[in-house]
């Protein structure tokens, strides 16, 4: 019964908009992290809200209320005055909501997706958004104009996005168990990766543009090597004991961070390979994974709701 | 007839039937335990019956609860809790009434919902995880569920971590995505699997409240289920519903009726809905089965043939051994009439063809006849041309063949036992078991080179000429090892070289059981579990092969080092056969040899009561589970009485094979006519009578070529070689592959066909084989015209050769009519005997046996 009331309330202060702090800090997962490109803030996103925090001290600057659901997303613009943040009502609606990092005034894109967004990125020149969704779609928008393009192809869940470093290219890895790579610009499948053998959660681009990474639920890390209309696979590695949840490349190329649900961060290096550093077993999983702008320091936040973040030194 | 009358009447006025008297019925289940505040429990009233359960009487009846304040009933026969203690509910229907005890406690304790105990089961009933839905290889809509259920723990994490937890929403259950699909109130591609506000919804939205607590080792485990009632005794057009009680380690019970898989095994019999209520729509018995939580259980419903049979038909009944006391016990509850014996002309022929597939001659049957007959006088038989039925009266038979020398009015088993004695002896005998072991375990050149096939074949049919017992058979050729030249067992290995086939193979060949579907998940239909089928395939885990010195050769051996991983977690588990005892991964020795200690012992469910089951099946037509090799807790035999009791007599008397064949053959079951009693027709299940069949393609080639004289010729193969005799199935035989001769690629028994098809009726018309062999220089056709026998007896003597009895009257009369005098010329006196003898040989009589 106590937990009935306590749902009320949470009905009530939902219709009512405040900025809530509806689930207690440990208990909502915190699902996205993302620092700022001057690498002075770190943003994470909970559940309907998304806290920004000063990356050196981790004092809380800002509250950012208003996302319907977990906020599966963040990434700042690459000039450093937009946060954009993903969400949505799970079988309902996807959503995508902008402030500005001055003001933190929100402003919110329209509605588009007919599922949770899960995953967003920026073009290198900050005008274009990509959003990929739980109902199939990779969608671009074009951030000025409010206007967006729908990519479809998948046929299963995209769970992530990511944009080549020189902007033509958008890559989406999917449920389906392919990563498909779009000419940006012209909103069309260039090719797709099919290597995998189950449902894939990440992609990120190599620095260069030239190498992508992914991985998913059977548990292997996979490099391609990227030329403009085809990909072929480079190499592949057993990477953990459970799905691999996140990958993500450090700025100068030569690591690349898994995290798992096995509870365990690596870092590898990302030419061949080889584990180069395992950090201390997670309390739980690690959804978010941030790697800071001089590739010095990585945030993770984890399902149980905690964040950590790590030093990370010069060759890990 | 008022007063019958008066009674509609007044019956259809107040809507209640003739008084009932007390002791009549009663409430089940007997006794009523609530656990906690949100238990329920169905009641019914059923009706009894001499001792049995006789009908539901629920809908008539009225409910009360002694003490509402303890526990409340509804009109429907609905337990409810609410508060701790005791009370009484009684039904009263027509006069009578029937109580049971409720005891409700733990009401002020929380219950909270299992995943394991609750959730799964309701998404299991509910369809979700179902193999046309989520629980489908891909999943559906990005939701991939464990096939019924089979691993909570993966469930679980998928409801409420994956995709970042978006089926749920802890602080608002009704929000959760979970529900939201589930009662179609956001568009949903299964549709509206149950509503908002039922019991599933709030069992569902109290987990979800609760914090949706994950499965856990603490979480008391399903013992078994009972089920109410467990037999009943019904007519066509009642219905029955039936309940089932979950019984928990814990102690608990718990209601699960609406969440129960039901199915019945045969639906013209009964037929049951998704609630648990069983329609009878016709005459026989059924099992209706049971599926919670991968545990089964089944009701029996047994609807009796509606016209009664008196006692003394059943009690006059011919009982050779015990096997009849137990056919006819069940016939007698099913009220169906037994078949008379049959004649001993029709006996020779069968037991000749079912057990050693080949005809008798004219000789052997005309001796025979005289020896049932002298056994007859010495007993103080009579004459007449008769067959008796079970109630010692006698009916002139006019359908079934019979020949009027030979009155057949009382039955000699002695005469017919001894003729059973001399067939095991025969090598003929040899040859037809030979060829049905060689079936099972598929010898064949198409994966053994020739000689590793001869050294196979040899050996199985030398331990069947010397009458191995079964259990040693079936050792030998699980621990087989060495040469597969030298040691003919040892080629079972190079057949199936894969653990996952060893096992998947010997389940099906020696435990009459496939457990395939649990290579993946959960077996759907029975209690095995991923966990059994990959501790058994580890059994066969360090088997190795190694090339012999000579070409072909293989070499078995077991080896110190191997392991077969489980699916899903790649952890090689300890090997156990099945349900068997577990032996250490790391234990000396050829783990085979526990295989095969558990696989032969007396103790083992499977292993005996598999063999007696096929080794029926070949004599009666049917086996007491259908199909021969499809024994599963499903699938029930249709006597287990007689089943255990044949199962227990093999075991104990060593694993017998030539025994137990004797015990089916000498037992009047075994002959029976083929000619049904009047009202029996229908029955084919309970051997009322013989099942007629038509004879499996090797036995019936070598018929047609034994009755003509002129054997086939088999490329390869010396000229007189039988196609029993074949020791190989890659042998080319149009006539064989025509009548489904099975490959020997499976080891199912479905590999050979029965089903009858046009090719086989056009072959057999204008095929070469018959016409050819009619044709053949120097046969048997040629051999009797030879005799210059006059036209009568010529007549009767082709009978012989192809019926194993003589024509009656009228059928001689018939030929007579139809090929007038034969002429006497030679050639067309030998093309009329073709003719004759063709119509005879393509005639249902010859093609089955009966």
Same mark, same amino acid.
């Given at each position: 019964?106590?937990?009935?009331?306590?749902?009320?309330?949470?009905?009530?202060?939902?219709?009512?908009?405040?900025?809530?702090?509806?689930?207690?800090?440990?208990?909502?997962?915190?699902?996205?992290?993302?620092?700022?490109?001057?690498?002075?803030?770190?943003?994470?996103?909970?559940?309907?809200?998304?806290?920004?925090?000063?990356?050196?001290?981790?004092?809380?600057?800002?509250?950012?209320?208003?996302?319907?659901?977990?906020?599966?997303?963040?990434?700042?613009?690459?000039?450093?005055?937009?946060?954009?943040?993903?969400?949505?009502?799970?079988?309902?609606?996807?959503?995508?909501?902008?402030?500005?990092?001055?003001?933190?005034?929100?402003?919110?894109?329209?509605?588009?997706?007919?599922?949770?967004?899960?995953?967003?990125?920026?073009?290198?020149?900050?005008?274009?958004?990509?959003?990929?969704?739980?109902?199939?779609?990779?969608?671009?928008?074009?951030?000025?104009?409010?206007?967006?393009?729908?990519?479809?192809?998948?046929?299963?869940?995209?769970?992530?996005?990511?944009?080549?470093?020189?902007?033509?290219?958008?890559?989406?890895?999917?449920?389906?168990?392919?990563?498909?790579?779009?000419?940006?610009?012209?909103?069309?499948?260039?090719?797709?990766?099919?290597?995998?053998?189950?449902?894939?959660?990440?992609?990120?681009?190599?620095?260069?543009?030239?190498?992508?990474?992914?991985?998913?639920?059977?548990?292997?890390?996979?490099?391609?090597?990227?030329?403009?209309?085809?990909?072929?696979?480079?190499?592949?590695?057993?990477?953990?004991?459970?799905?691999?949840?996140?990958?993500?490349?450090?700025?100068?190329?030569?690591?690349?961070?898994?995290?798992?649900?096995?509870?365990?961060?690596?870092?590898?290096?990302?030419?061949?390979?080889?584990?180069?550093?395992?950090?201390?077993?997670?309390?739980?999983?690690?959804?978010?994974?941030?790697?800071?702008?001089?590739?010095?320091?990585?945030?993770?936040?984890?399902?149980?709701?905690?964040?950590?973040?790590?030093?990370?030194?010069?060759?890990? | 007839?008022?007063?019958?009358?008066?009674?509609?009447?007044?019956?259809?006025?107040?809507?209640?039937?003739?008084?009932?008297?007390?002791?009549?019925?009663?409430?089940?289940?007997?006794?009523?335990?609530?656990?906690?505040?949100?238990?329920?429990?169905?009641?019914?009233?059923?009706?009894?019956?001499?001792?049995?359960?006789?009908?539901?009487?629920?809908?008539?009846?009225?409910?009360?609860?002694?003490?509402?304040?303890?526990?409340?009933?509804?009109?429907?026969?609905?337990?409810?809790?609410?508060?701790?203690?005791?009370?009484?509910?009684?039904?009263?229907?027509?006069?009578?009434?029937?109580?049971?005890?409720?005891?409700?406690?733990?009401?002020?304790?929380?219950?909270?919902?299992?995943?394991?105990?609750?959730?799964?089961?309701?998404?299991?009933?509910?369809?979700?995880?179902?193999?046309?839905?989520?629980?489908?290889?891909?999943?559906?809509?990005?939701?991939?569920?464990?096939?019924?259920?089979?691993?909570?723990?993966?469930?679980?994490?998928?409801?409420?971590?994956?995709?970042?937890?978006?089926?749920?929403?802890?602080?608002?259950?009704?929000?959760?995505?979970?529900?939201?699909?589930?009662?179609?109130?956001?568009?949903?591609?299964?549709?509206?699997?149950?509503?908002?506000?039922?019991?599933?919804?709030?069992?569902?939205?109290?987990?979800?409240?609760?914090?949706?607590?994950?499965?856990?080792?603490?979480?008391?485990?399903?013992?078994?289920?009972?089920?109410?009632?467990?037999?009943?005794?019904?007519?066509?057009?009642?219905?029955?519903?039936?309940?089932?009680?979950?019984?928990?380690?814990?102690?608990?019970?718990?209601?699960?009726?609406?969440?129960?898989?039901?199915?019945?095994?045969?639906?013209?019999?009964?037929?049951?809905?998704?609630?648990?209520?069983?329609?009878?729509?016709g005459s026989g018995e059924v099992p209706v089965t049971m599926w919670y939580l991968s545990?089964?259980?089944?009701?029996?419903?047994? /609807? @009796?043939?509606?016209?009664?049979? &008196?006692?003394?038909? $059943?009690?006059? +009944?011919? =009982?050779?051994?015990? #096997? !009849?006391? %137990?056919?006819?016990?069940?016939?007698?509850?099913?009220?169906?009439?037994?078949?008379?014996?049959?004649?001993?002309?029709?006996?020779?022929?069968?037991?000749?063809?079912?057990?050693?597939?080949?005809?008798?001659?004219?000789?052997?049957?005309?001796?025979?006849?005289?020896?049932?007959?002298?056994?007859?006088?010495?007993?103080?038989?009579?004459?007449?041309?008769?067959?008796?039925?079970?109630?010692?009266?006698?009916?002139?038979?006019?359908? /079934? @063949?019979?020949?009027?020398?030979? &009155?057949?009015?009382? $039955?000699?088993? +002695?005469? =017919?036992?001894?003729? #059973? !004695?001399? %067939?095991?002896?025969?090598?003929?005998?040899?040859?037809?078991?030979?060829?049905?072991?060689?079936?099972?375990?598929?010898?064949?050149?198409?994966?053994?080179?020739?000689k590793g096939m001869w050294s196979f074949y040899n050996w199985i049919r030398d331990g069947?000429?010397?009458?191995?017992?079964?259990?040693?058979?079936?050792?030998?050729?699980?621990?087989?090892?060495?040469?597969?030249?030298?040691?003919?067992?040892?080629?079972?290995?190079?057949?199936?070289?894969?653990?996952?086939?060893?096992?998947?193979?010997?389940?099906?060949?020696?435990?009459?059981?496939?457990?395939?579907?649990?290579?993946?998940?959960?077996?759907?239909?029975?209690?095995?579990?991923?966990?059994?089928?990959?501790?058994?395939?580890?059994?066969?885990?360090?088997?190795?092969?190694?090339?012999?010195?000579?070409?072909?050769?293989?070499?078995?051996?077991?080896?110190?080092?191997?392991?077969?991983?489980?699916?899903?977690?790649?952890?090689?588990?300890?090997?156990?056969?099945?349900?068997?005892?577990?032996?250490?991964?790391?234990?000396?020795?050829?783990?085979?040899?526990?295989?095969?200690?558990?696989?032969?012992?007396?103790?083992?469910?499977?292993?005996?009561?598999?063999?007696?089951?096929?080794?029926?099946?070949?004599?009666?037509?049917?086996?007491?589970?259908?199909?021969?090799?499809?024994?599963?807790?499903?699938?029930?035999?249709?006597?287990?009485?007689?089943?255990?009791?044949?199962?227990?007599?093999?075991?104990?008397?060593?694993?017998?094979?030539?025994?137990?064949?004797?015990?089916?053959?000498?037992?009047?079951?075994?002959?029976?006519?083929?000619?049904?009693?009047?009202?029996?027709?229908?029955?084919?299940?309970?051997?009322?009578?013989?099942?007629?069949?038509?004879?499996?393609?090797?036995?019936?080639?070598?018929?047609?070529?034994?009755?003509?004289?002129?054997?086939?010729?088999?490329?390869?193969?010396?000229?007189?070689?039988?196609?029993?005799?074949?020791?190989?199935?890659?042998?080319?035989?149009?006539?064989?592959?025509?009548?489904?001769?099975?490959?020997?690629?499976?080891?199912?028994?479905?590999?050979?066909?029965?089903?009858?098809?046009?090719?086989?009726?056009?072959?057999?018309?204008?095929?070469?084989?018959?016409?050819?062999?009619?044709?053949?220089?120097?046969?048997?056709?040629?051999?009797?015209?030879?005799?210059?026998?006059?036209?009568?007896?010529?007549?009767?003597?082709?009978?012989?050769?192809?019926?194993?009895?003589?024509?009656?009257?009228?059928?001689?009369?018939?030929?007579?009519?139809?090929?007038?005098?034969?002429?006497?010329?030679?050639?067309?006196?030998?093309?009329?005997?073709?003719?004759?003898?063709?119509?005879?040989?393509?005639?249902?009589?010859?093609?089955?046996?009966?």
């Amino acid at each position: 019964m106590a937990q009935y009331s306590r749902s009320l309330l949470r009905v009530f202060a939902f219709c009512v908009p405040l900025a809530t702090a509806t689930v207690s800090a440990a208990v909502a997962p915190r699902s996205s992290a993302a620092f700022s490109p001057d690498g002075a803030l770190l943003a994470v996103g909970g559940y309907q809200e998304v806290t920004v925090r000063e990356a050196a001290t981790g004092r809380t600057k800002a509250r950012l209320g208003g996302p319907s659901g977990a906020v599966t997303a963040v990434a700042f613009s690459p000039d450093g005055k937009t946060l954009a943040a993903s969400s949505g009502v799970p079988g309902r609606s996807g959503e995508i909501r902008l402030w500005l990092t001055e003001t933190w005034k929100p402003t919110v894109l329209a509605p588009a997706h007919s599922d949770v967004v899960y995953s967003l990125a920026w073009s290198p020149d900050g005008k274009t958004l990509a959003a990929g969704s739980y109902d199939r779609l990779v969608s671009l928008w074009d951030v000025k104009s409010g206007q967006s393009r729908k990519l479809k192809d998948h046929t299963d869940a995209v769970y992530s996005v990511a944009f080549s470093p020189d902007g033509s290219r958008v890559a989406s890895a999917s449920g389906d168990r392919t990563v498909k790579v779009w000419d940006a610009a012209a909103g069309k499948r260039l090719f797709t990766l099919s290597d995998s053998t189950a449902e894939l959660y990440s992609v990120a681009f190599h620095p260069t543009g030239k190498q992508l990474a992914a991985a998913g639920v059977d548990r292997m890390l996979r490099t391609w090597s990227i030329a403009p209309s085809a990909g072929a696979l480079s190499r592949s590695a057993f990477a953990h004991d459970g799905p691999v949840i996140r990958v993500a490349y450090t700025p100068d190329g030569q690591g690349l961070f898994t995290s798992s649900e096995d509870r365990s961060v690596k870092l590898w290096d990302a030419a061949v390979l080889v584990e180069k550093r395992v950090f201390e077993k997670q309390p739980d999983w690690g959804l978010g994974l941030a790697v800071a702008p001089r590739g010095d320091r990585v945030a993770v936040t984890r399902y149980d709701g905690s964040v950590a973040v790590y030093q990370v030194g010069p060759g890990g | 007839m008022r007063s019958l009358l008066r009674c509609v009447i007044l019956s259809v006025m107040t809507g209640t039937g003739p008084a009932l008297a007390s002791g009549s019925v009663t409430l089940l289940p007997g006794k009523v335990e609530l656990t906690g505040a949100r238990a329920t429990q169905r009641l019914i009233v059923e009706k009894r019956e001499g001792g049995a359960f006789a009908g539901d009487l629920t809908g008539r009846a009225r409910f009360v609860s002694s003490n509402p304040r303890v526990a409340t009933v509804d009109a429907g026969g609905v337990v409810r809790p609410v508060a701790d203690g005791s009370a009484v509910i009684t039904a009263v229907i027509d006069g009578a009434k029937a109580s049971a005890p409720v005891r409700v406690h733990g009401t002020k304790k929380p219950f909270p919902w299992s995943f394991a105990n609750h959730v799964m089961p309701l998404l299991t009933k509910m369809g979700c995880n179902s193999g046309a839905c989520h629980g489908a290889s891909a999943g559906k809509g990005g939701l991939k569920l464990t096939l019924r259920g089979y691993d909570p723990d993966a469930d679980h994490a998928t409801f409420t971590r994956q995709a970042l937890g978006r089926r749920i929403v802890p602080s608002d259950p009704p929000r959760s995505l979970m529900l939201q699909k589930a009662t179609g109130s956001i568009p949903h591609g299964g549709g509206r699997r149950f509503a908002v506000g039922s019991r599933e919804y709030r069992v569902l939205e109290q987990w979800i409240a609760a914090g949706c607590p994950a499965p856990s080792p603490r979480d008391t485990r399903l013992q078994r289920l009972e089920v109410y009632p467990p037999e009943a005794i019904l007519k066509a057009g009642q219905d029955q519903q039936v309940l089932v009680r979950a019984v928990f380690a814990d102690g608990h019970t718990e209601d699960v009726t609406p969440w129960v898989k039901y199915t019945s095994v045969d639906d013209t019999v009964a037929a049951v809905d998704d609630h648990g209520k069983v329609s009878v729509r016709g005459s026989g018995e059924v099992p209706v089965t049971m599926w919670y939580l991968s545990k089964v259980a089944f009701a029996r419903i047994s /609807a @009796p043939f509606p016209k009664p049979v &008196p006692a003394e038909a $059943f009690a006059r +009944a011919e =009982r050779f051994n015990f #096997v !009849d006391d %137990l056919v006819l016990k069940k016939l007698r509850a099913l009220r169906i009439r037994p078949a008379g014996i049959c004649s001993d002309e029709q006996f020779i022929r069968r037991a000749y063809l079912d057990a050693a597939g080949v005809l008798p001659t004219p000789e052997e049957v005309e001796a025979f006849v005289k020896e049932c007959q002298a056994e007859r006088n010495r007993a103080g038989g009579n004459g007449g041309n008769e067959e008796t039925r079970g109630n010692g009266k006698t009916r002139e038979l006019r359908a /079934a @063949p019979i020949s009027s020398h030979f &009155p057949i009015s009382s $039955f000699p088993p +002695a005469t =017919r036992a001894r003729l #059973v !004695d001399r %067939l095991l002896e025969r090598s003929e005998f040899a040859d037809y078991w030979a060829y049905k072991w060689c079936d099972l375990l598929l010898v064949s050149t198409k994966k053994l080179p020739s000689k590793g096939m001869w050294s196979f074949y040899n050996w199985i049919r030398d331990g069947v000429a010397e009458n191995k017992p079964w259990d040693r058979f079936v050792r030998e050729v699980v621990t087989a090892s060495g040469s597969t030249f030298r040691n003919g067992a040892a080629n079972y290995y190079v057949l199936h070289k894969d653990p996952i086939e060893l096992t998947e193979t010997t389940s099906q060949a020696f435990l009459g059981m496939s457990i395939t579907c649990a290579r993946c998940h959960n077996h759907p239909l029975e209690k095995w579990t991923l966990d059994d089928y990959y501790g058994m395939a580890n059994l066969f885990g360090r088997v190795r092969l190694k090339n012999g010195d000579l070409a072909g050769e293989t070499l078995v051996l077991s080896g110190d080092l191997g392991d077969v991983p489980r699916i899903r977690t790649g952890v090689p588990l300890p090997p156990k056969p099945l349900d068997g005892r577990p032996i250490p991964l790391d234990a000396a020795g050829d783990r085979r040899e526990h295989l095969a200690q558990w696989l032969t012992s007396p103790e083992n469910p499977y292993f005996a009561r598999s063999f007696v089951n096929r080794v029926w099946r070949n004599f009666m037509g049917r086996g007491l589970v259908e199909a021969e090799d499809d024994l599963r807790l499903t699938n029930p035999p249709s006597n287990e009485e007689l089943l255990a009791a044949l199962t227990r007599d093999f075991t104990s008397n060593g694993f017998d094979v030539k025994r137990l064949i004797r015990t089916v053959m000498t037992s009047a079951a075994y002959q029976r006519s083929s000619t049904p009693a009047k009202g029996s027709e229908t029955d084919q299940k309970f051997y009322s009578s013989y099942i007629a069949r038509r004879l499996p393609a090797e036995v019936l080639l070598d018929a047609i070529s034994q009755a003509t004289g002129a054997p086939t010729e088999f490329p390869g193969y010396p000229r007189g070689t039988r196609a029993l005799q074949l020791p190989d199935s890659t042998v080319v035989s149009y006539f064989l592959t025509a009548f489904g001769r099975p490959e020997r690629v499976q080891t199912c028994s479905c590999e050979r066909q029965e089903e009858p098809n046009v090719a086989q009726a056009l072959h057999l018309s204008n095929g070469e084989t018959i016409n050819g062999k009619l044709r053949a220089p120097g046969n048997a056709l040629e051999r009797v015209l030879k005799e210059n026998l006059p036209d009568e007896l010529l007549i009767e003597r082709l009978y012989l050769i192809a019926f194993s009895r003589r024509p009656s009257p009228d059928e001689k009369s018939r030929v007579e009519k139809a090929l007038g005098p034969l002429p006497t010329d030679p050639k067309a006196r030998r093309e009329a005997v073709e003719d004759l003898m063709s119509a005879l040989l393509t005639s249902k009589e010859f093609l089955f046996n009966h």
